[in-house]
């Protein structure tokens, strides 16, 4: 699967028949990602998810991450450029201990 063109990964998406809004809070909290993380946590296609996220610098939860998570891994393993970011990365990440990472940014608190 190309998922640089190719979004039909979206189809088996968990979130795909959730009300799409709570995926994109005014304010990341723990109460207000609560909801959409545990829709993440049901979903077989989370690495076509953080790819599409990573490489397009989408805003929102997507992959059981914030948009503050993923520039912090852009930042810390992928010398800030979203192009080194590839599917077998995102297989890694969400392997990893990602989610330990802070939901907020400084300007959100």
Request: net charge neutral; charged share 20%; glycine share 0%.
């Amino acid at each position: 699967m190309n998922t640089d063109t190719d979004q039909s990964w979206a189809y088996h998406a968990a979130c795909k028949k959730a009300d799409l809004n709570i995926f994109f809070p005014t304010r990341f909290t723990k109460n207000t990602v609560r909801i959409p993380f545990a829709i993440c946590d049901t979903c077989s296609v989370q690495p076509e998810c953080l790819f599409q996220a990573m490489t397009t610098s989408s805003v929102g939860i997507w992959a059981k991450t914030t948009d503050h998570q993923r520039s912090q891994i852009i930042s810390k393993y992928f010398d800030n450029n979203p192009k080194n970011f590839t599917l077998e990365n995102a297989y890694e990440t969400l392997n990893n201990d990602c989610y330990s990472l802070s939901i907020n940014s400084k300007s959100i608190l």
